[in-house]
């Protein structure tokens, strides 16, 4: 299978120039970025006035809490999850989650995401759902123990399973990942033994990390420490781990993650919604640590749309440090590709000859995306999801001009309008 994408303007490169180029692909990768290319393909795709993009790297979300959008909003993190998603969450089945995992990873290919990282239950049915979406897919299994031996068991053992399950898909677009939920909801030794296993399988971990000040404050209380010194002191870090959130860092904090190597999944629009707080996005640039761009859930955004979820990183670390040269767009534009990619070690997040095609075609002919002044502008301040035409995964096309190939796209609306009933 060969893709040509022709005469469109191709953000070429880890340094994101921009170039009126043709883009070659072969199987799954890019093979050729050049002026005038052609040599035959199966699919040529005119790109005239569209702009050729690395695909979005969503690097935190639950992709099947899109059941819950608009159900609980206006609240803060602790009440929201204890009172009005847990209790819900606590009456899925398989076949309702994986309606909610329909529903995401449509909504994802519709807004020219190409990969994420996902924490959530019934992680096999979301294998099946990424196997046959065509998307690439991180998954983990979140585990949560609340400091009891029986559980610690049962979520390792859950885990476990979910890996071999996906090791069987044999897929090189689905991957395992551990995911024990929090500080907070996770016991000592249930870290330790997700240390453990990651290493002997050589597995990513991701974890919810410093999202609120009530967290600091029962983690100091338990342990009189901050949280990412408690999983420093415990051997847990290291630069196989992706962070979410990471709002509530002190220096100490900082320091220590950049040493480790650890990645941070920034979630503006979720710290905003639930007002957990702004995280110190430039301290930890400045520091070197590796920081990528998440949407969260559904539940707390409320869509997936990494386009949109650009544009207010931006804004949010503007206004706070009172600073608009903080946070430009190449900045943002970079976390939401490259630097998900290196979290997600993945050859990815960049077009450029031998890297992975994922790729999203961007239609510039409307306009609230003219004139063409600068590309990447319009991506992060001007355009949204629904601007994206095109998403190629794995140098496959999983949507062609809006139309869906993969899934089938009003059946997924009305499954999950049937689930949200009976969840009711
Ligand atoms: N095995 C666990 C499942 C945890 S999945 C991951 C969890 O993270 C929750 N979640 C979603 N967004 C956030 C957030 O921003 N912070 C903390 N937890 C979240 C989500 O609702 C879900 O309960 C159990 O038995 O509860
Ligand atoms: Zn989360």
Redesign the pocket.
Known sequence: MSVLIKNGHVIYGESFEVVKADVLIEGNRIVKVAKEINEPADTVIDAKGKVVSPGFINLHT?SP?GLFRGLADDLP?MDW?QNH??PR?AKLTREYTKAGAYLGALEMIKTGTTTFLD???FMDAVAEVVAESGLRGYLS????DLGDPEKTEK?IK?ALRTMEFIEKLNSERVHFVF?P??PY?CSIALLKEVRKLANEHGKLITI?VS?TMAEIGQITERYGKSPVVLLDEVGFLGNDVII??GVWLDSRDIQILARNGVTVAH?PA?NMK?A?GVMPLQRLLNAGVNVGLGT??A??NNNLDMLDEMKLAALLHKVHNLDPTVADAKTVFRMATLNGAKALRLKAGVIKEGYLADIVIVDFNRPHLRPINNVISHLVYSASGNDVETTIVDGKILMLDREVLTLDEEKILDEAEKTIEKLA
């Open positions: 639950h809490m993190l999850l998603i847990w969450e924490m959530y239950f299994y979140g585990m949560i979520e859950e995911g939920h929090a909801t919810h999202e979410a959130h979630n979720s639930l957990s969260d859930g539940a707390s």
